[in-house]
């Protein structure tokens, strides 16, 4: 695992003229296509991914990796995912990943934000409506049979070759990727166990309480701040999350903090007082004590038994 000194590297996507948040695709920095010709039907002028993708990093954007065919493994937060054939792998803003390589991928990495899902495709369900994105039972890996890399890799090829032309209406783009994930969600329908099918159920107002979280956790702590921009009662939204997802709303908040803390304790050296400013927090002493309290462990105990355990 490598370190950064400061802060974990936050990449984000240009902006088009328009304003409108950029669609980007790029091919694995070990791809078989990094030299001409050697992409098995796949266009060699697309670039490979500018970013270092072998060291700890988030996005202020979503990723789709398409893999086709290679091995390694996927770290994700703190969970390690073995990649061995054919899946699809999927990234919200603000996790922490990175991917180690013991063979060539093939594939695609499709990189786009919020705003440009929506923009094309008002009328499909929020990104927090889709399995893989919801925060609270994220299920970030799709295993592909034949047919279905099949399926995906005809997809992606003709969006990849719209991608390339500078003449492609962006409108086109747009709509691949809202059919694109739009199959990623049937599919996810249709492996998920029958007996599971009724627990997976959110409700709307839980899935917009857990984008709001997503979003301010770091500056908003209490229930009534979420209340407030959703229009209900406290109480009202407690029941509703507590009912949906098996938690507080209190709990649910601080999970998100516990998470950006442990992120920021093993990915960056700062110190816990800082890293308890950084989610204002702004007694450090409570902090420890909380983090103690739930993970068993001082905040310095934790990024020392993190650490030794990944060397």
Do not use: W
């Not at 050697?38 to 996005?59: E, F, N």
């Not at 937060?77 to 073995?82: A, G, I, Q, T, V």
């Not at 492609?168 to 099918?197: F, M, N, V």
């Not at 950006?260 to 002493?285: C, G, Q, W």
């Amino acid at each position: 695992m490598v370190f950064v000194s400061d802060a974990i590297p936050v990449h984000s996507l240009p902006k088009t003229p328009s304003q409108v948040p950029a669609l980007k695709i790029f091919r694995f920095k070990n791809s078989l296509g990094n030299s001409p010709g050697a992409l098995k039907d796949g266009p060699v002028s697309l670039p490979i991914t500018p970013l270092p993708t072998d060291t700890p990093h988030r996005h202020t954007y979503y990723e789709i990796l398409f893999i086709e065919e290679g091995e390694g493994f996927h770290e994700i937060d703190f969970h390690s995912y073995n990649i061995h054939g054919a899946g699809l792998h999927f990234l919200t803003p603000g996790q922490v990943h990175l991917l180690t390589f013991s063979s060539s991928f093939q594939g695609y990495i499709v990189a786009f934000s919020e705003d440009f899902y929506t923009f094309y495709n008002p009328m499909n369900p929020s990104l927090s409506q889709l399995p893989f994105f919801q925060p609270a039972r994220r299920q970030p890996i799709i295993t592909l049979s034949e047919s279905d890399k099949h399926y995906f890799h005809n997809i992606l090829e003709n969006m990849v070759t719209d991608h390339l032309n500078a003449e492609t209406d962006q409108t086109l783009i747009g709509r691949y990727l809202g059919l694109l994930l739009q199959k990623c969600a049937l599919l996810t329908h249709h492996l998920a166990q029958p007996a599971e099918s009724p627990a997976l159920s959110v409700p709307e107002l839980a899935g917009r309480f857990q984008e709001l979280v997503e979003k301010n956790f770091r500056q908003m702590h209490e229930v009534q701040q979420y209340a407030s921009q959703l229009a209900v009662t406290p109480d009202y939204l407690s029941k509703i999350i507590r009912k949906s997802l098996g938690i507080s709303c209190q709990e649910y908040i601080l999970e998100k903090l516990l998470l950006e803390a442990k992120r920021l304790l093993v990915f960056t050296n700062l110190s816990s007082k800082e890293i308890a400013y950084h989610i204002h927090m702004d007694d450090p002493s409570y902090f420890s004590r909380i983090f103690k309290k739930k993970t068993g462990l001082t905040p310095n105990e934790y990024r020392e038994h993190v650490r030794k355990s990944t060397i």
